[in-house]
């Protein structure tokens, strides 16, 4: 479709995971009472313009920031890199690859040093640090937990217009894919790619793009996912609950999909696998397959498929939005009724894996 | 609509609960996949032509009987009396009502006893004993459970044209309504009515009728019901869910709709609430409440409130269906795309109950 | 043992349910953070002397009243009668036993209307009301529920030195024995008996008596069970944990048993059987079953089986405690160690019940 | 205590995990119906000598070797290692260390490769591979799930008499110190080590040794814990159960020990929390700190700290065990009942993490 990324000579960074994402939002009470009130998130630290927050297992500052602005979109996509020298990596390697960059010694947020932010080549508002403040992990704080407990951020998910040119220039980045979902006639629709060993530290959807699809948090068990959509019911925001909760059939986890008072989505996820050994097994989806998106072929609704969040360069500015040029998702799978339904026929189990002792 | 159902002089039985239903499946083998193989209730006994299945806590000889037949329907609503005499007033009620009776000392099925009976006056096939064979209770038989282990018949659910007389006609009979969901403009599109202590033991739901729109089983958590899901999904059997899980509004409790090759429904539930007191207060909906009939306004297909099975006379043979004067939920509540969405500015509770000290 | 408990000629009163007792607490303040901060049970009402608690699916004013007083103790065992005129029937049931009683029109608590309390022949002190005031059933309101919401009352166990003889006793008063334990000698250690269709409103343990052995309130799940153990331990309090989590073996519900901050004891309760039935197979288990307390054959702590609450006459003055003659549990079945272990050989299934067709 | 175990100038392998355990068993049979027919680990290959057994989420072959043999004892504790030639570095580390090694070209087991196992210098059978045969990852699979379904290896633990000297061995060899137990006088009474980023792949617990403690598998939530208990009970096996269900102080996870027919402990687990990240906060928890081993505060028993099975050396003879010299866990912390209690005042929360920015 478009050109290829090069693969920089220089040595990439060495990603921990996704650590932390930073949004805009355009009323910050409303966004409060929405991830802290509803979602139960921690406040690690706030005031008038930005909130700070954690969840219950974590030890770093914080992994959502909350920003008043004008244009409700993704800031930063920040990730965590091994050791000091990986944020000069960083710098480094995007620069070879002709992108933005802009560094910061004492951080681009509160409790975190020393940090590079960059435009990358998807367009998206990538950072990279280290240093961190670190603060109670509250994973034993049992008296402070609700029903529905977020304990980890998950992954992002982003939406960009050419699934396999991202997917190129993430696996450079080393990054390694763990499913994707694809056609027979050879195009790639999304894609999963980790650095822990998760399903994904971040995922490509294919659309409209740099938009951020969504952030995900995960939960402990299944019903923590359930009481949150109960809650939501007592607080008369039913209206929040954009799909799910069901199964994925990509990760095999247990899912709900928010909006938030913005529209950013936030997915609530349970329970994928471990895939942390370099053979890990990719699994491949057929498009077709209508229990790859939901195991229990449940209809995705078309506002999943067609919209996410604009993300920010480095100036503060949304990026422009280019359109994807294959065959989208929804186009394929949809029903003129705006839900995504199963093909009659679509009963084989979609996918592969090899075993290449 | 129509004219009332008149209420007995006679003395009607007392009724424990419901007990089981007989359904006709137009391939046993199939059926029994469904039941046995995938939803995992226990075979009490079977031949070439029927199979008696139960429940795990259960220590009657079934809760479900599927027979094989020409034409898919139900074929009997059968509730336990609380003694043997009770059957003979259910045999004098009703031929009050003039309905047709018939009356088998040795019992209509295998396993039960002296029953009667009747076509009663919304055109259902009633059944009511009292003598039954005890069997094990398999309550501590975890050795046997599966992931989704069914414990209990909870309820049926009936569709009938005027929910009012139907309403009516139960509580004569001596049925308590528990829920039930109406407009503004005094039209009332569904009722729950109980004996045991639970939210119903039958509920009408107002369409063409007489028809038996589901019957439920009880799990004793939300994660069983998923792990059905989970299951079909496995077995590539997706197709058989046709509604949820989620959280209903009425009954508050986690459900699931699944339809079985014959396309009788099947629901599974679990955790409503204690309602045995006389002044247990009823909860009555607003019919454009979108959190009624599921509580995270989840969109209800359209499936689901148009079709459902026939209902035989005594001779066997399927009732007329009569069609539903009064507005139908679905075309009150449901959007151009088969969906049944909220209405702007449906935020109130929806839901009243008094207090009567 | 003792003189057998004679049958009144008077109809007994149509009892409901277990309905709420009253509790006499030393310090109402550290009660209050117990029930209220840790448990989660609501407030109705209160104030500096009296404080009314409900669970969040209850409809009447309250299932647990704390006053504060000198002596710790319980001060009733309330139970609901179906009408008005069943309290009149409960008074004169209990004269004709000579048992002292004491009627009060508008209640001994808020919230209750007419109601008689009396001593009853094992020396309990048994109220009986139908009034009532209705207050909001919070089952809906996910908004205020906690990781390990208390959903309802289950029942009372109560300590009496012949078990046998109060077991006749309730019979006549309308109770149903779901369960029990004995030995090869005729000895009988305990029997449960109920109201509703549950397990039990209240059971019978031999021990020294008359005295309360705990009040058990149901969660909907045993991931909530889990949740009171982890708040517990969050908040330094653990020791507040008798025994349990566990399975029984009796009732087959998941349990747990906390010690309050006077030392009365509170199970938390999940997931027991349907009993309404009349006649619903009675459990009998060997008391040398050793999975009879516990399925999974914990050992049962030494203080269970000796420690209880006093229990108020109708002046608010300590029964007198009379031993048990017959041989107790604890000692035919614990060890050494002050632990409840199983015999060699005790692997029998130990529980049988009748299949009476 | 001892002399200290000197590090290699040699690199050590990169080790990714914790990957399977070969025991001896004494009765092949009878563990099968253990392992197989209880806690349904599938089966991958078996002959009348050996079966290879491996949990639902899990691609390499086995993680769990069953082999017939006339002592009792843990053969090989078997980790994955980055690539073909880490096995290269694990020979020459161990034998820098002096240790003795053998070196298999096809492997010790089948479904694996080139391996190299060693007695280590704590005594311990430890195995190195990488090449392995990849079979279905039966993580979609819900229709051969249990109700307790083992879904990955998490971990071993070991017993060694000097837990500093085995864990300094450990950290040069890439393990990091997640959490460990300690007293005021500078005793290390166990220490938790990992490599994946969980809370361990392998424990050292202080005692005599070197014997193998435990193999932890995981579930995914905690009533699947609870199923396995409940089926152990309904097969009248619950002496199987030594210790648990309960919460872990260390780790946060839930868990349960079983003993297999041989005595060999397993432990079902679920929900620690992520640990990759190179400054992932230690935490320490005082050894009389009473929540330590269970958050509830539940006794431990005697035989978790005192019985552990042996280990073999190279030629398959049992390794002579030698006596821990420092205070044991046991002896500190336990009553004259034999279970392990909290000492009064032991209210401080014991645990402690720095914050490094």
């Known amino acids: ?56 297992e974590e030890f770093i500052h914080h ?13 930063a996509f920040a990730f965590r890199v091994r050791a000091p020298e990986d944020v000069d990596l960083a710098e480094a390697y995007y620069r070879e690859l002709g992108c933005r960059t802009e560094r910061r010694g004492d951080g681009f947020v509160k409790g975190v040093g020393d940090s590079v932010r960059v435009t990358d080549p998807l367009g998206f508002p990538y950072e990279f640090f280290h240093k961190v403040e670190h603060v109670e992990r509250l994973a034993w704080r049992y008296d402070l937990y609700g029903p529905g407990a977020l304990v980890r951020l998950d992954h992002f998910n982003q939406v960009t217009p ?31 790619l980790r650095r822990k060993g998760t399903v994904h530290d971040t995922a490509l959807t294919g659309g409209d793009g740099p938009r951020m699809h969504h952030i995900a948090f995960a939960t402990h068990e299944k019903h923590n996912i ?26 095999n986890a247990f899912y709900l999909y928010l909006r938030d008072p913005d529209g950013h989505r936030v997915e609530i996820y349970t329970q994928d696998y471990y895939t942390g050994d370099p053979d890990n097994p ?15 072929g ?60």
């Not at 498929?305 to 422009?320: K, R």
């Open 1 to 56: 479709m478009t050109n290829d990324i090069p693969t920089p000579t220089a040595t990439p960074p060495d990603i921990l995971r996704c650590a932390s994402m930073e949004i805009v939002v355009t009323d910050l009470a409303r966004s409060r009472e929405f991830y802290v009130d509803v979602l139960g998130l921690v406040v690690t630290e706030e005031d008038e313009n930005v909130i700070y927050l954690r969840t219950f």
């Open 63 to 75: 992994n959502l920031v909350l920003r008043q602005g004008p244009v409700a979109a993704a800031a």
């Open 162 to 192: 050419d699934v396999p040119r991202g997917r190129k220039y993430l696996e450079d980045l080393g990054f390694r894919v763990t499913e994707d979902i694809r056609d027979a006639d050879g195009v790639t629709y999304a894609a999963w």
């Open 226 to 251: 359930i009481a949150i959509c109960d809650k939501l019911g007592a607080r008369r925001r039913s209206d929040c609950i954009e799909r799910g909760p069901g199964r994925h059939g990509v990760s």
């Open 282 to 296: 990719v699994v491949t989806w057929d498009v077709h397959d209508n229990q790859r998106r939901d195991w229990w």
């Open 298 to 357: 449940n209809p995705v609704v078309a506002s999943w498929y067609t919209e996410a969040s604009l993300v920010l360069d480095l100036d503060g500015d949304p990026q422009p939005v280019v359109a994807r040029e294959a065959p989208s998702e929804l186009a394929v799978t949809v029903g003129a009724d705006g839900f995504s339904y199963t093909r009659a026929g679509d009963t084989a189990q979609g996918f592969t894996h090899g075993s290449p002792l």
